[in-house]
């Protein structure tokens, strides 16, 4: 391996920060790209970059959450986050065969070698971006205080719906008779399902940092949270036609259509649920009647919808919804 | 009486319990790996063994944890899937070759050899190899990896 001297490093005896170990970005028969936290709860990146006989050397790169997040949902590259690093420099650090310190330099990130940074069409680790127990939301607008509540409370009540009808979720024996026609209904509505799943299935806003470029981070199932943005994917995919068959049944769910009748407008909730990856059948049978089914599947495709836009006009961007 | 075969690594996988995965299952495959040159037993070796060969660098570890995946070699289904991946390596990694080797090898892999995982989407899977395998033989070169840009 090179002498870091000869690209401007300067010898530390150690590390000066403790990290801890958090998960690997990307990894092929061992990591290729770590998060480490500091003990103030700094996010570290360790990047490895080449090796020889003796030791692998790594890059220890100073990475904001939200920096993080923007190359985790693809808004940025590896290359940029390491050679545009906010301190302006990088750690380097040999590790040997048990992972024990062999050498440490902090270096330049303007003056490392070529072949020690990604490309610059370097991509993203799409498959192992959602960190196991969480789903982190990128934000990358200036959001007012409206948007900071409704975010959050929309997210979670979509979750909560898929923790009954979505992939990994169970109905049980969730009653969802009510005579929905108001706001403050549907908040109840979703509260129920909310309720009805175990903890250890609930999800819960765990962080929040609201600056632009910022982030949101919600404690989740993981089965869930993946289903959730399948269904986003699926609805990108199907707006046209989930978005016809919703108008339809909520016209004819409040009276104001009889084009549909009770069977076709329950054959819509069941293919339109299908459309989106969630259980119609199971949510005809908890909603006592189509009509409400028809109106509880219209509430949950807004909150989708909602969603779903946020992430096209990149504004607040769910991570793994590229996967 | 047929006998339950044990795994080359046995003892290390009692400390990463339950070791081999539920999902993994003995089958007939074609298999590529990324390989060194020569193709021999340094180029089949899972993440935690140590020390290493001369001329093979060590394990890429940063930190201590030890997981039953690191037990197993990866591989996989199709030579398509495994150029795709190593390029899409390749290009947040320069220097990659020197770490998981330069070449492409095939080989067919036998119920005897051990169990697998299902390949995922990007044509990755693991086999964590009965006791006595020898892959390394069974190998033969398909082409060099670097000879093109990612």
New interface residues.
């Given amino acids: 391996m090179r002498d870091p001297t000869t690209f401007q490093a300067m010898r530390l005896v150690t590390l000066p920060v403790t990290l801890q170990h958090v998960r690997d970005l990307e990894e092929h028969e061992g990591p290729l790209l770590s998060e480490f936290k500091s003990n103030d709860g700094e996010t570290f990146l360790y990047y490895w970059c080449d090796c020889d006989n003796d030791a692998n050397r790594w890059l220890v790169v100073r990475t904001p959450r939200p920096r993080l997040f923007r190359y985790l949902v693809g808004k940025s590259n590896l290359r940029t986050l390491i050679s545009d690093c906010m301190d302006g420099f990088v750690y380097i650090v040999d590790l040997d065969a048990a992972a024990r310190m062999a050498g440490c330099w902090f270096a330049p990130s303007s003056a490392l070698p070529t072949d020690y940074l990604p490309a610059e069409d370097s991509s993203h680790p799409r498959d192992q971006v959602t960190e196991a127990g969480f789903q982190d939301v990128y934000i990358d607008s200036q959001w007012d205080y409206e948007d900071v509540a409704t975010y959050p409370r929309r997210y979670l009540q979509t979750y909560a719906f898929h923790t009954a009808f979505g992939e990994g979720g169970d109905p049980k024996k969730v009653s969802l008779d009510y005579k929905l026609n108001q706001g403050w209904v549907f908040h109840t509505l979703f509260e129920r399902m909310r309720v009805n799943a175990p903890p250890e299935k609930r999800a819960s806003l765990a962080a929040v940092s609201f600056a632009s470029p910022g982030f949101l981070r919600f404690t989740v199932a993981p089965e869930i949270a993946a289903g959730l943005r399948q269904s986003i994917r699926k609805f990108l995919k199907e707006r046209k036609s989930v978005m016809s068959n919703v108008t339809a049944l909520t016209a004819w769910s409040n009276g104001r259509d009889t084009q549909l009748t009770e069977k076709t407008a329950k054959e819509s909730v069941v293919e339109t649920c299908k459309l989106l990856g969630v259980q119609g059948d199971q949510l005809v049978t908890h909603a006592k009647s189509v009509g409400n089914a028809a109106k509880i599947l219209a509430s949950y495709v807004k909150r989708l919808s909602f969603l779903a836009d946020n992430d096209e006009e990149d504004v607040a961007m769910l991570v793994g919804l590229g996967e | 009486m047929p006998t339950t075969p044990t795994f080359k690594y046995a003892t290390q996988h009692q400390s990463v319990d339950p070791c081999p995965e539920d999902e993994h299952a003995p089958t007939t495959r074609v298999a590529y790996r990324f390989v060194f040159l020569p193709i021999g037993p340094s180029s089949f070796l899972?993440?935690p063994l140590?020390?290493?060969p001369?001329?093979?660098?060590?394990?890429?570890?940063?930190?201590?944890?030890v997981r039953c995946a690191?037990f197993a070699?990866?591989m996989y289904d199709t030579e398509e899937n495994a150029t795709k991946?190593y390029n899409?390596?390749r290009?947040?990694?320069?220097?990659?070759h020197?770490?998981?080797g330069s070449h492409l090898a095939v080989l067919t892999l036998q119920v005897q050899h051990g169990v697998q995982s299902s390949p995922?989407?990007?044509g990755h899977f693991r086999i964590h190899e009965y006791a006595g395998v020898d892959l390394a033989p069974l190998a033969t070169l398909v082409k060099d990896l670097t000879a093109v840009a990612?």
């Fill in positions: 899972p993440v140590t020390p290493r001369p001329g093979i660098p060590p394990p890429r570890r940063n930190n201590q944890e690191h070699l990866s991946k899409s390596l290009k947040n990694n320069p220097n990659l020197q770490s998981m995922a989407k990007d990612p």
